[in-house]
Nanobody
Framework: QVQLVESGGGLVQAGGSLRLSCAAS????????MGWFRQAPGKEREFVAA????????LYADSVKGRFTISRDNAKNTVYLQMNSLKPEDTAVYYC?????????????????WGQGTQVTVSS
């Protein structure tokens, strides 16, 4: 049973930083791609970033490229999303997700396992 638990969300002023964590358990994740998605009120869930656990290959949405960094800690089975230069439009619930046997992908339907999400609010 794969379990993904996000943490690290909160309220921050524009220009500030937050680091989200996703603790993964229940499997050996070396064959997985881990992704971060977000969903703002009234909008569809959108891709943010992804990382191939074994190789460390990454993929970013254009809207966050240069501001956000995805990484993983093999020893802790945890994936991180470092978010810098935050903007009010980054406000959303952020979700961690896992997809097996795939290179990093933006396609939401490719991810089989999802966490419950953590709220990020950026004030102007």
């Amino acid at each position: 049973q794969v379990q993904l638990v996000e943490s690290g969300g909160g309220l921050v002023q524009a220009g500030g930083s937050l680091r989200l964590s996703c603790a993964a358990s229940g499997r050996t994740f070396s064959t997985y791609t881990m992704g971060w998605f977000r969903q703002a009120p009234g909008k569809e869930r959108e891709f943010v970033a992804a990382i191939r656990w074994s190789a460390g290959t990454t993929l970013y949405a254009d809207s966050v490229k240069g501001r956000f960094t995805i990484s993983r800690d093999n020893a802790k089975n945890t994936v991180y999303l470092q978010m810098n230069s935050l903007k009010p439009e980054d406000t959303a619930v952020y979700y961690c997700a896992a997809a097996q046997y795939l290179a990093p992908t933006m396609r939401t339907y490719e991810y089989k396992y999802w966490g419950q999400g953590t709220q990020v609010t950026v004030s102007s």
